[in-house]
């Protein structure tokens, strides 16, 4: 098992670019979830999904898309990249809503110019 | 609104000690889960444990145990017997468990403390 896996690793945009940042489970699970960590703060959700073909806003949504054709796949993008948005993104997956944990991919930093 | 609170921004504690990581959270809801991640330098998120609002133990996984004092609203992480290996950053977190696609909560995460083990 690959667990979660994110890709790219590593990305610099020039303001206004765009572009798509990967999530892959093989965990079978029907939870994804989209964060960002910036310097000194904790993790901030952006969008969520509950299964397939679903896809839900969380705490900071703005400014990006996201969509979930695959079960396994949990796809973030940046339509025009904007410098407040140099960040870590984090993938994670979870089995349930409620006490499983979430299992976390190795993250994307993303710096935007 | 769901906020959790991290006061402790870093600590440093001897090798062996056992230390205490705070957090306080506040919620409206009934039904709620509490989660603790530990982040080392290379970045990922691991996680440690879960306590959930209506567990009337407290959690324990190793090393690891949450003081859960539900009144008081803290979910304070104790590491007995650190070890040089437990320096990182450490995240506490909330999840509604009534939450799910049509709810409007959100998960939060607090603002971290670093734990820095001295040898």
């Known amino acids: 098992n690959a667990g979660v896996t994110q890709t790219p690793k590593f990305r610099v945009l020039k303001t206004g670019q765009s572009m798509t940042l990967l999530c892959a489970q093989d965990m079978n699970h029907e939870y994804m979830y989209w964060y960002r960590q910036d310097p000194g703060m904790g993790l901030r959700l952006i969008h969520y999904?509950?299964?397939?073909?679903?896809?839900a806003k969380g705490e900071v949504p703005d400014g990006y898309n996201v969509s979930r054709l695959k079960k396994q796949n949990f796809l973030l993008g940046l339509e025009s990249a904007a410098p407040s948005q140099t960040s870590v993104y984090f993938c994670?997956?979870?089995?349930?809503?409620?006490?499983?944990?979430?299992?976390f991919g190795p993250g994307t930093r993303l710096t935007v110019t | 609104a769901q906020k959790i609170t991290q006061t402790q921004p870093g600590m440093f504690v001897q090798e062996k000690e056992a230390v205490t990581l705070d957090c306080t959270y506040d919620?409206?809801?009934?039904?709620?889960?509490l989660f603790w991640y530990k982040q080392p330098s290379s970045g990922e998120m691991i996680f440690l444990i879960y306590?959930?609002?209506?567990?009337?133990q407290n959690a324990t996984e190793g090393r690891y145990s949450l003081n859960f004092q539900k009144a008081r609203k803290s979910a304070n992480l104790v590491i007995s017997a650190s070890q040089l290996g437990d320096s990182a950053m450490y995240f506490c977190?909330?999840?509604?468990?009534?939450?799910?696609?049509?709810?409007?909560?959100?998960?939060?995460f607090g603002s971290g403390t670093r734990l820095s083990i001295r040898p």
């Open positions: 919620t409206s809801d009934q039904s709620y889960g």
């Open positions: 306590q959930g609002s209506y567990d009337e």
């Open positions: 999904s509950v299964g397939e073909g679903t896809t």
């Open positions: 977190a909330m999840r509604d468990a009534d939450g799910g696609y049509s709810s409007a909560s959100k998960i939060i």
């Open positions: 994670a997956s979870s089995y349930a809503w409620t006490q499983d944990e979430q299992y």
